[in-house]
């Protein structure tokens, strides 16, 4: 059955009203730094609004630039003493694939969990391992302290049933299950547990991911019936791959099951907005758009692409969020804009310069786009 079927009229009717339906050709032979692709909100987002965001560590891009404009987001109010993390190193949150999102949302709303939550922690040596957070199997807690950061993790997904706003990213679907538990993991097991038989490889289909996603999204609903959604699908590359595929071939078979996946469930669900930061990324000049392991996108880019999201959903003109203001300023220095870059620089002069020391390589960026005497750095406080 198709997803989509219109009448001829409709369709030409689209077509002309549609500005981006035909590529984008280069522009004096430069590939484009990143492409401002239409998006067409099915709601707005206010100032006062609370945000859950969950996903593979692009979500973590997506937390950073909430939170400097001020929104509340609940997975940053987990007790860092908790997670056994320093300030607001919010990576071991990190969920890569749909499954492992699901896990937590049974354990916070008791919805017929796979295994009991206790059951996701794993002895390993003297500690204990959590195969659903992102950590590092040299630094495994005794099993009180696992047990209590599992529980805060978890806890924090009860906040969707009182957020306004989820935005959900999907990352991977190259995966592990635990076949004592029946679990699937969020990532890798340590190699000293890898030498055991408790553990299988295991990829994902795109009916996997979509039971899983539309059980993540009935779920949602169910006890948010006001909820807004946005779903994304990560650019950030799979690191590394334990089939005979090129990682390259196998990274292209996990971002096309998603990307379909969430093609579907827009159909299926039609209050939730698909954001095309995937494809704003991956279709963008990779000297800009990645980082030199050519896995991670640059901080440059995620900057711009969220700034836009922003400016496409809030209800308010974004310059009003004062707090945002050294983001404004870095997507301005991103296009290149100069006068718009100086012209912010001079008006949130403390924001933008707290920006300009920690991002040596920013202030290059700008001097070169405005002149190094055009603006004079206040000392440092």
């Given at each position: 059955m198709p997803l989509e079927a219109y009448p001829i009229r409709e369709a030409l009717r689209?077509?002309?009203?549609?500005?981006?339906?035909?590529?984008?050709?280069?522009?004096?032979?430069?590939?484009?730094?990143?492409?401002?692709?239409?998006?067409?909100p099915s709601f707005k987002i206010s100032k006062a609004a609370h945000i859950f965001t969950v996903g593979s560590c692009f979500a973590r891009h997506v937390e950073a630039a909430l939170g400097e404009f001020g929104f509340t987001l609940p997975a940053l109010k987990i007790p860092a003493e908790a997670l056994g993390l320093?300030?607001?190193?919010?990576?071991?949150?990190?969920?890569?694939?749909?499954?492992?999102?699901?896990?937590?949302?049974?354990?916070?709303?008791?919805?017929?969990?796979?295994?009991?939550?206790?059951?996701?922690?794993?002895?390993?040596?003297?500690?204990?391992?959590?195969?659903?957070?992102?950590?590092?199997?040299?630094?495994?807690?005794?099993?009180?302290?696992?047990?209590k950061r599992r529980l805060a993790v978890n806890a924090a997904y009860r906040a969707l049933a009182t957020c306004d706003v989820a935005i959900i990213t999907f990352g991977l679907v190259e995966t592990w299950r635990d076949l004592e538990t029946g679990l699937y993991l969020n990532e890798t097991p340590p190699r000293g547990l890898m030498r055991s038989d408790r553990f299988e490889l295991v990829l994902l289909s795109f009916q996997d991911c979509l039971d899983e996603a539309r059980y993540t999204l009935n779920k949602l609903f169910e006890i948010n019936a006001d909820a807004n959604v946005i779903v994304t699908v990560s650019p950030v590359s799979l690191g590394a791959t334990f089939s005979s595929d090129p990682l390259i071939v196998r990274n292209s078979y996990s971002k096309s099951v998603l990307r379909a996946m969430v093609e579907h469930l827009r159909q299926e669900f039609p209050r939730i907005d698909y954001y095309p930061s995937y494809e704003r990324i991956m279709y963008a000049d990779?000297?800009?758009?990645?980082?030199?392991?050519?896995?991670?996108?640059?901080?440059?880019?995620?900057?711009?692409?969220?700034?836009?999201?922003?400016?496409?959903?809030?209800?308010?003109?974004?310059?009003?969020?004062?707090?945002?203001?050294?983001?404004?300023?870095?997507?301005?220095?991103?296009?290149?804009?100069?006068?718009?870059?100086?012209?912010?620089?001079?008006?949130?002069?403390?924001?933008?310069?707290?920006?300009l020391r920690k991002f040596p390589a920013l202030k290059a960026e700008f001097d070169m786009l405005v002149g190094g005497d055009s603006y004079e750095m206040e000392p440092a406080e």
């Open positions: 689209r077509a002309s009203r549609n500005r981006q339906n035909l590529p984008q050709p280069r522009e004096g032979g430069a590939v484009a730094k990143t492409h401002d692709l239409l998006c067409n320093v300030g607001k190193d919010t990576g071991a949150l990190n969920k890569y694939t749909p499954p492992s999102i699901t896990n937590e949302i049974r354990w916070a709303f008791e919805d017929s969990p796979v295994a009991p939550i206790e059951r996701a922690l794993i002895p390993f040596g003297d500690g204990y391992w959590d195969g659903q957070l992102h950590v590092r199997a040299h630094e495994l807690p005794d099993y009180e302290t696992a047990l990779r000297r800009t758009a990645f980082e030199q392991d050519e896995v991670h996108v640059t901080a440059s880019i995620v900057n711009h692409t969220m700034v836009s999201m922003l400016e496409a959903y809030l209800d308010t003109d974004i310059t009003e969020f004062t707090e945002g203001a050294g983001r404004l300023w870095w997507k301005a220095v991103f296009e290149r804009d100069g006068e718009k870059a100086l012209a912010l620089y001079r008006a949130h002069t403390k924001r933008v310069q707290k920006r």
